[in-house]
């Protein structure tokens, strides 16, 4: 594995980009005598929040830790329900039940991938609190719609934008509206501060109360004065990962937009005789965090995916369905439960794409692609 990645012919799924400025930026923060939680987190929640039209942002140490802050400021607990997609990173349904709740799975649509929003109120019972969609590979789902089935029902929300830093609903930014959004800094984001996140809070009292959950629970005033009133866990930003953001977050238009071009690229290139099925080709709302397609029935995805890397190329897979891991089977969740996720978990491959990546390479994976997929010998 280590080895593929100092390799500098093999083209990994994903790779960041840490420019220059960034890595002497860090360096300075190292010097400075101050590296945990300090003037480089203020700034980065600053940023955050003006990118997020004003609205209060935090800062955490992951994604994770974004989503049960999240849920613990929507009072998420014992017997609650939480209605997501079994089509995610795990981590979107361990911080319900870490929580105490209980993860409801409603199928993916089998175009978009994401939480089928035909089949949310279906699954709504009185214990329903919340719904936690995710928009898979950067691709956000219909917010109009999902923001009046939980109004209609009276629901938080709780948005997994994980993989969505820089997309868009009709015009507005993932973040810019809508009640709890958290999202994902660690490594293989579209920004990152090597492991991070943030939470978009709906006022300025959870603020206060996010500081406190992400840091003991602790509540400081006067010269050196402090109380502590809730429990709160260990979920500060180091100064050090803030600054490697800070330095992410004024590339991101680049970064999308070269995410995108390539994007088009793959599009314009892919073998559409393969019978693979390609992602929505939405060059609106996505920001294009991943390029995944289905592989069609008859191929054997580890196969294919040793073969390409073989042939010098990292394929991803994101994500098998939640539901059937062994965790999720004893809470009595089964096979056949949620066809679309399980087809989907069990053929989806993500092809690389990074900003730092060419044309060029989109044609070579496009074209081993072809070559393996067709059993064609080199
Ligand atoms: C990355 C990711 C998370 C978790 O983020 P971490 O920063 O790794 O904790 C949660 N949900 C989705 C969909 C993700 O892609």
Redesign the pocket.
């Given at each position: 594995m280590m080895k593929s990645y100092s390799d500098p012919n093999f083209l990994p799924f994903t790779r960041p980009s840490i420019d220059e400025e960034t890595i002497a930026g860090v360096a300075e923060v190292l010097r400075s005598g101050w590296i945990t939680s300090g003037p480089q987190v203020q700034a980065l929640e600053s940023q955050l929040s003006a990118w997020c039209g004003g609205r209060p942002v935090r800062v955490l140490n992951?994604?994770?830790a974004a989503?049960e802050i999240g849920l613990r400021l929507a009072g998420i607990g014992g017997g609650d329900e939480v209605i997501t997609t079994p089509l995610?990173?795990v981590?979107?349904s361990n911080v319900i039940i870490a929580a105490g709740a209980k993860p409801v799975f409603v199928d993916a649509d089998p175009v978009t991938r994401n939480i089928d929003l035909d089949l949310i109120e279906a699954a709504i019972t009185p214990a329903t609190r919340a719904i936690l969609p995710?928009y898979l590979a950067g691709l956000p789902v219909d917010l109009d719609r999902l923001y009046a089935i939980a109004a209609k029902h009276g629901l938080r929300v709780i948005e997994?934008a994980?993989?969505a830093f820089g997309s868009t609903w009709r015009g507005a930014r993932i973040g810019a509206r809508g009640d709890l959004v958290a999202f994902?800094?660690?490594a293989n984001?579209n920004i990152t501060s090597a492991?991070g996140?943030a939470i978009v809070l709906p006022g300025e009292a959870d603020a206060a109360l996010a500081e406190k959950l992400r840091l003991q629970g602790v509540i400081r005033f006067g010269e050196n004065g402090m109380d502590v009133d809730v429990v709160g866990g260990k979920f500060n930003l180091t100064d050090v990962a803030a600054r490697i953001g800070i330095g992410q977050l004024k590339r991101l238009e680049e970064f999308t937009a070269r995410r995108r071009e390539l994007a088009r690229h793959y599009f314009d290139c892919f073998d559409r005789s393969l019978g693979c099925e390609l992602p929505p080709e939405d060059f609106r709302h996505s920001n294009w965090h991943m390029f995944q397609v289905l592989l069609p029935e008859r191929v054997k995805r580890a196969e294919f995916i040793a073969r390409m890397r073989s042939a010098g190329i990292g394929i991803g897979v994101h994500y098998p369905a939640i539901h059937l891991f062994s965790l999720y089977r004893r809470l009595g969740f089964r096979d056949g439960q949620f066809p679309h996720a399980e087809r989907i978990g069990r053929s989806i491959a993500t092809l690389p794409l990074f900003p730092a990546m060419s044309k060029t390479d989109v044609e070579r994976v496009c074209r081993e692609t072809t070559r393996i997929l067709k059993g064609e010998e080199k």
């Amino acid at each position: 594995m280590m080895k593929s990645y100092s390799d500098p012919n093999f083209l990994p799924f994903t790779r960041p980009s840490i420019d220059e400025e960034t890595i002497a930026g860090v360096a300075e923060v190292l010097r400075s005598g101050w590296i945990t939680s300090g003037p480089q987190v203020q700034a980065l929640e600053s940023q955050l929040s003006a990118w997020c039209g004003g609205r209060p942002v935090r800062v955490l140490n992951s994604g994770t830790a974004a989503l049960e802050i999240g849920l613990r400021l929507a009072g998420i607990g014992g017997g609650d329900e939480v209605i997501t997609t079994p089509l995610s990173w795990v981590a979107t349904s361990n911080v319900i039940i870490a929580a105490g709740a209980k993860p409801v799975f409603v199928d993916a649509d089998p175009v978009t991938r994401n939480i089928d929003l035909d089949l949310i109120e279906a699954a709504i019972t009185p214990a329903t609190r919340a719904i936690l969609p995710v928009y898979l590979a950067g691709l956000p789902v219909d917010l109009d719609r999902l923001y009046a089935i939980a109004a209609k029902h009276g629901l938080r929300v709780i948005e997994d934008a994980a993989q969505a830093f820089g997309s868009t609903w009709r015009g507005a930014r993932i973040g810019a509206r809508g009640d709890l959004v958290a999202f994902s800094f660690q490594a293989n984001k579209n920004i990152t501060s090597a492991e991070g996140g943030a939470i978009v809070l709906p006022g300025e009292a959870d603020a206060a109360l996010a500081e406190k959950l992400r840091l003991q629970g602790v509540i400081r005033f006067g010269e050196n004065g402090m109380d502590v009133d809730v429990v709160g866990g260990k979920f500060n930003l180091t100064d050090v990962a803030a600054r490697i953001g800070i330095g992410q977050l004024k590339r991101l238009e680049e970064f999308t937009a070269r995410r995108r071009e390539l994007a088009r690229h793959y599009f314009d290139c892919f073998d559409r005789s393969l019978g693979c099925e390609l992602p929505p080709e939405d060059f609106r709302h996505s920001n294009w965090h991943m390029f995944q397609v289905l592989l069609p029935e008859r191929v054997k995805r580890a196969e294919f995916i040793a073969r390409m890397r073989s042939a010098g190329i990292g394929i991803g897979v994101h994500y098998p369905a939640i539901h059937l891991f062994s965790l999720y089977r004893r809470l009595g969740f089964r096979d056949g439960q949620f066809p679309h996720a399980e087809r989907i978990g069990r053929s989806i491959a993500t092809l690389p794409l990074f900003p730092a990546m060419s044309k060029t390479d989109v044609e070579r994976v496009c074209r081993e692609t072809t070559r393996i997929l067709k059993g064609e010998e080199k």
